[in-house]
């Protein structure tokens, strides 16, 4: 089969010459197309040099021919300068180096087609009270939201984590959507306790502030570990006592803060001990210990990282996605981010490559990159529609019956023990422009999972509401940052966004009441024997079942009510 391949276009040296225009057509090379006395440079013999390639397809040959055309023939034959179409109104490319945007839309089955014209759905609230937000949430049977904090006492939440004894500490994040000049910045870390059991945060300290451009926020191994680009932070509070010991330790600089919310964030104790957290593809990294030479930094700007808090040792754990801002691991340790524009969920293996929303991976050689293990979407239609960088009057009405659009945060698998069986495992994020938690439900497939698409498991009813992340507590209800704010999108102006606002929520399950704990006094039950016994005359080759010793019992109220030993992170907390 003969296919043309490609022109080029001869010049030409004689002055009145008549141009010569140069073609290639590609056969599979066999021995019938050498002429004799011919090598592999000039297969036929014309004195004209071919070339050879190869590929999954097989050796070919790219034969040379030379023809003389007219000058009309020559021009026409003239590579045109590509002119991309322009973009719609309120849709610009990403990126300072002219990174291209992946917006081709996933082909699903079951994929939604909006109606035209649009139809949207306007929500039910704007502006609200932390107290009327709340209440006016949609959630399943036997849920109910609280509102645990709100403005003045916590403002701006752009990262939240609970300790060992189910506190809560909150990154303020003023400085976004700019880093400040030294002195002049004022981002802070609260820590927040209910000390009377009603769900509500009544006691509040500060811990530290004067922070800069902080993204993300973890505590444990006798310290607060913080995000704030350029650097990765240890705060170090060894004897407890909620004050810094000395001054934030630089453990690594050289993350980028090109565009600021796509740096490092979603900070989480991995089932491995070490911290995890995401990173943004359009924010360019060159991670290492302060005074490393950049030819043995890691480049990094798309994807899941990860440190190791005693061997301090930085790893690029898998590479690739958009822009993720939640990250969460299951019982089986097996790692998941959220991710937006690009397909909405990722299954991270371990020195994957991942779809990237723009840009090269830094590897050439990847033949293919891993795509998602979503099997469908949340949006109707052509992102474009929906996707909220310009402006309109709400969520489509198609795009709000698939999950209510292409902007996710925040990602939460539940292995709680208080919500009903059907919720265990599960995958809940937030969908950003629909203003509700989106709930996929993971199913094993081969080596990897399937998710699907459940019912939306809370629907806020208020365009303002922009949750940020979620975590479950000791007691297995859930409590949800707010950053509260009418622009739902990143813009680098810092007038546009509200300053004064900033929720948390707190969701239960059939009033669940809140219990003391302080994993740190625990004892934790002996490990179970690895002596083989003898079971049907051949050997056992695993230990027996482990039956936990620890109090689980939900009428145990008046004692704390720790989890199996197996699922607490590093930090105390339980995953």
């Not at 798309?302 to 301090?312: I, L, M, N, Q």
Request: hydrophobic share 35%; with cysteine; glycine share 10%.
């Amino acid at each position: 089969m003969i296919r043309l391949f490609l022109f080029l276009v001869g010049t030409v040296s004689v002055a009145g010459a008549e141009p010569v225009l140069h073609s290639f057509t590609r056969f599979p090379l066999s021995a019938e197309y050498f002429s004799e006395g011919a090598g592999f440079g000039d297969v036929n013999g014309d004195g004209l040099p071919n070339i050879g390639s190869a590929g999954i397809n097989g050796t070919h040959v790219l034969r040379h021919h030379a023809h003389k055309v007219t000058a009309a023939e020559f021009a026409k034959a003239q590579p045109k300068r590509f002119t991309p179409p322009p973009l719609a109104k309120g849709v610009l490319p990403k990126g300072k180096n002219g990174q291209a945007l992946n917006l081709e839309r996933p082909r699903f089955a079951n994929a939604v087609q909006p109606p035209a014209p649009l139809v949207f759905e306007k929500p039910l609230l704007e502006g609200a009270t932390a107290e009327d937000a709340a209440k006016a949430m949609t959630l399943p049977p036997g849920f109910r939201a609280i509102a645990a904090a709100a403005e003045p006492d916590v403002m701006q939440p752009i990262a939240f984590t609970l300790d060992h004894r189910g506190r809560m500490w909150v990154a303020e994040a003023y400085s976004y959507p700019h880093r400040q000049p030294e002195g002049k910045a004022r981002d802070r870390i609260l820590i927040l306790e209910d000390t009377n059991g009603d769900h509500k945060f009544d006691k509040r300290k500060v811990f530290i502030d004067g922070l800069n451009l902080v993204s993300g926020l973890e505590v444990g191994f006798g310290g607060v570990w913080v995000g704030a680009a350029p650097y990765l932070l240890f705060i170090p509070d060894h004897d407890g006592d909620d004050k810094p010991d000395g001054k934030p330790q630089i453990l690594l600089d050289g993350w980028g803060y090109q565009d600021t919310h796509e740096t490092l964030n979603s900070f989480i104790w991995g089932p491995d001990g070490w911290l995890y957290g995401c990173h943004g593809v359009f924010t360019h990294s060159k991670v290492g210990k302060p005074g490393t030479p950049d030819a043995k930094r890691i480049p990094f700007n798309a994807g899941v990282w990860r440190y190791h808090p005693t061997r301090h040792i930085f790893e690029a754990f898998a590479q690739g996605t958009s822009n993720p801002w939640g990250v969460d691991f299951n019982e089986h340790g097996q790692c998941f981010i959220e991710a937006c524009v690009i397909p909405h969920f990722f299954h991270m293996i371990q020195g994957g490559r991942y779809q990237r929303q723009g840009g090269r991976h830094f590897n050439p050689h990847t033949y293919d990159d891993i795509k998602t293990i979503a099997d469908h979407l949340h949006y109707a239609g052509n992102i474009r529609d929906h996707a909220h960088w310009g402006k309109t009057p709400g969520v489509p009405s198609a795009t709000a019956a698939a999950g209510g659009g292409h902007a996710h945060a925040g990602l939460m698998i539940y292995l709680g023990d208080s919500w009903p069986a059907q919720y265990r495992g599960a995958a809940f994020m937030n969908n950003i422009h629909g203003a509700r938690l989106n709930m996929d439900l993971l199913k094993p497939n081969g080596s990897g999972y399937i998710a699907s698409h459940g019912p939306d498991f809370v629907k806020f009813n208020d365009r303002w509401s922009q949750i940020i992340n979620l975590r479950y507590d000791q007691d297995g209800s859930v409590y949800l940052i707010d950053w509260y704010d009418k622009n739902q999108c990143h813009r680098r102006e810092p007038d546009n966004h509200d300053r004064s606002n900033g929720r948390i929520y707190k969701i239960i399950y059939n009033n669940e009441e809140r219990t003391e704990v302080d994993l740190a006094k625990l004892t934790p039950p002996p490990w179970p024997s690895s002596k083989p016994t003898p079971t049907n005359g051949r050997p056992a080759t695993r230990a027996a079942p482990f039956k936990s010793a620890w109090p689980t019992s939900q009428a145990a109220k008046n004692s704390p009510k720790p989890r199996r030993p197996d699922r607490i992170r590093p930090n105390g907390r339980q995953r």
